[in-house]
């Protein structure tokens, strides 16, 4: 049994994270400013990351989770205010981004190739390096992780749930050009596998990229979306110059991590269409928690027309 500090705890990531070591048995406290539903099983120290004073002397940690680190400042308060209450964690697991690396750079991405400004992240990206480098020049022997899409229960990002919502208005869907561009997702369970995996192992190497090992078009996730929600998706494909964040959930651009690491951690991930029905599945009894965005009535206003078409229900 492991006393380990979440950073967050509320939304997405930090939640699941928080649940998921909590249903192993462990002891978590979650640290946040009590602005949300507290996720269960937890122990909440409620309190701003930034001014924590000795709010942590009270406590004791075996581990710190560091899900909500954006910037070398969010890394260097919170270990400031560890030192300051004697905290003598064994370790320190931050959850870092593929965005560190420049788009400029060889793809498949690979864990030691430099980090650097990416065009497409801006201000995350260069935000997430620093809270890396503060990180390493702090605790040398921490563990970071840079996953790409993560998706899965939780997720209030609109991203799978814009399908999902397409699909359930049936709709046609609009895709960028012919929907060619790949993308590379990863499951946050299998984000808690790695974690875990980390925990229990210690490996020697310290960075690691994770993420499913295929990436996957832009057409044929769309199409897993559709089937997870019980439809069959048709397609409007756009090829005007229009900026696709204003009707899509990715910006234009392709990457690929190599995860070639990652096995040193778990050794399988779990199937994209298996974990879109579980999306699917969390997405259709928490609506009302999904972070929707315009990306509907952009479309109906470019059209002129809402204009929805049936979609073909799967047959069993």
């Known amino acids: 049994m492991r006393k380990i500090l979440v950073t967050g705890g509320t939304i997405f990531v930090s939640r699941y994270v928080a649940e998921y070591f909590a249903g192993k048995g462990d002891v978590v406290y979650v640290l946040n400013r009590n602005h949300h539903p507290q996720p269960q099983g937890t122990i909440l ?20 989770l560091d899900v909500t680190a954006y910037t070398g400042e ?25 965005a560190v690396y420049p788009e400029t750079a060889p793809q ?76 590379q997702f990863f499951h946050v369970r299998d984000l808690c596998r790695c974690i875990e995996s980390i ?18 078009t832009v057409r044929d996730w769309v199409g897993l979306c559709y089937r997870a929600a019980g439809c069959t998706a048709e397609y409007v494909e756009v090829h005007q110059d229009i900026n696709q964040r204003e009707y899509f959930s990715f910006y234009d651009y392709e990457y690929q991590l190599d995860v070639s690491e990652q096995k040193e951690l778990i050794e399988s991930t779990i199937p994209l269409e298996e974990g879109l029905r579980e999306s699917c599945l969390w997405y259709r009894g928490h609506k009302d928690e999904v972070a929707r965005k315009g990306y509907i009535e952009y479309i109906d206003k470019l059209r002129g027309v809402h204009s929805p078409s049936p979609c073909r229900q799967k047959k069993n």
């Open 108 to 183: 498949p991405f690979a864990e030691s190739q430099q980090t650097g400004p990416n065009k497409y992240w801006g201000a995350y990206g260069t935000g997430k390096i620093c809270a890396e480098e503060e990180l390493i020049k702090r605790v040398p022997d921490a563990y970071i992780l840079r996953p790409p899409y993560l998706y899965g229960p939780m997720n209030i990002v609109y991203r799978e749930a814009f399908v999902f919502e397409c699909a359930d208005q049936n709709r046609r869907f609009y895709l960028p050009g012919k929907g060619n561009m790949k993308l």
């Open 74 to 98: 969010d890394i260097s308060d919170l270990l400031d205010a560890l030192e300051y209450s004697g905290q003598s964690f064994k370790d320190y697991v931050l959850i870092s981004s593929s």
């Open 199 to 216: 925990l229990d192992k210690h490996p020697s190497s310290r960075i690691f990229n994770v993420g499913n090992a295929e990436s996957i």
């Open 45 to 64: 120290i409620e309190a701003d990351r930034h001014q924590l004073g000795d709010v942590l002397r009270q406590y004791e940690f075996d581990t710190v």
